[in-house]
């Protein structure tokens, strides 16, 4: 399959298409995926008791809180994000799509469980690139202490293309879950392993696809976030096609590939 910025103009266009065809729906779906984490996140706020001298004035407030925090985004956020693709992948599949596919996770103990194994599994392959940039991060900052001006400014000209390309190598990953949804009883693990050779050859066509969605992820932040409830569903349903092409599965009514 030949990606190129026509192929790209033509997975964004259908997600356009798909959206129109159910925009309500599509809106309340990502609502009722972020409106939850929101008020997660409030948890984390609550105890945030840093002070203007950057250190904590309520240390047990601090713990309980975070620890509060991190519990509900992997056992409410995790089945939720899980969910909403599932939405996002009936809707680009012409199959039928209901708001409702968001809780799913929560009406079956089995996607629960994958949805679980499946924030935890992209957790390790993705912390493997970000200790490799946090690596580079340090010798950076000890070369400048250690006045190696030299070898600190080339580390610092490369940070930024390694963030890139760590960035890419994480994004792959989200193919995992349609892998899973294409193949409920398939391993996780081979799910997740699967999308390094789906997207070989094609990262920095990902990049690309990613960067394009910049101009509306900059028209959401300057509306204070309202915007972004459609350019999430936006960039999510144009992957599910991307991704479908990559992976030889015909969008619309195509046979699930086998694990």
């Known amino acids: 399959?030949?990606?190129?910025?026509?192929?790209?103009?033509?997975?964004?266009?259908?997600?356009?298409?798909?959206?129109?065809?159910?925009?309500?729906?599509?809106?309340?779906?990502?609502?009722?995926?972020t409106v939850p984490i929101l008020l997660i996140s409030m948890i984390y706020e609550t105890g945030n008791t840093i002070g203007e001298d950057g250190t904590i004035q309520n240390v047990e407030l601090f713990a309980g809180c975070l620890a509060i925090y991190l519990l509900a985004m992997v056992f409410i956020a995790a089945p939720l994000e899980f969910g909403a693709k599932?939405?996002?992948?009936?809707?680009?599949?012409?199959?039928?799509?209901?708001?409702?596919?968001?809780?799913?996770?929560?009406?079956?103990?089995?996607?629960?469980?994958?949805?679980?194994?499946?924030?935890?599994?992209?957790?390790?392959?993705?912390?493997?690139?970000?200790?490799?940039?946090?690596?580079?991060?340090?010798?950076?900052?000890?070369?400048?202490?250690?006045?190696?001006?030299?070898?600190?400014?080339?580390?610092?000209?490369?940070?930024?293309?390694?963030?890139?390309?760590?960035?890419?190598?994480?994004?792959?990953?989200?193919?995992?879950?349609?892998?899973?949804?294409?193949?409920?009883?398939?391993?996780?693990?081979?799910?997740?392993?699967?999308?390094?050779?789906?997207?070989?050859g094609h990262n920095a066509e990902l990049l690309v696809f990613d960067l394009s969605f910049f101009v509306w992820a900059l028209f959401g932040v300057l509306t204070l976030g309202v915007v972004m409830i459609y350019v999430t569903a936006y960039q999510e349903i144009a992957f599910v096609h991307y991704f479908d092409a990559l992976s030889g599965r015909t969008a619309r009514g195509g046979e699930a590939l086998p694990e």
Not at 86 to 106: D, I, K, N, T
Not at 190 to 198: D, F, N, Q
């Open 1 to 33: 399959m030949m990606y190129d910025a026509q192929a790209r103009r033509r997975y964004k266009a259908q997600a356009r298409a798909d959206i129109r065809a159910q925009f309500w729906p599509t809106m309340l779906t990502v609502a009722l995926e």
């Open 86 to 200: 599932h939405y996002f992948a009936a809707l680009a599949r012409g199959q039928e799509a209901s708001p409702m596919l968001v809780a799913a996770c929560f009406a079956s103990g089995k996607k629960y469980v994958t949805s679980l194994k499946l924030t935890f599994g992209i957790f390790v392959y993705a912390f493997i690139w970000w200790l490799l940039l946090a690596a580079v991060t340090v010798l950076i900052v000890m070369f400048a202490l250690l006045g190696q001006a030299l070898l600190a400014a080339l580390g610092a000209l490369l940070i930024v293309p390694l963030a890139l390309l760590v960035s890419v190598k994480i994004r792959r990953f989200d193919g995992a879950y349609l892998r899973m949804i294409d193949n409920p009883d398939g391993s996780v693990r081979k799910a997740i392993g699967a999308c390094v050779p789906i997207f070989d």
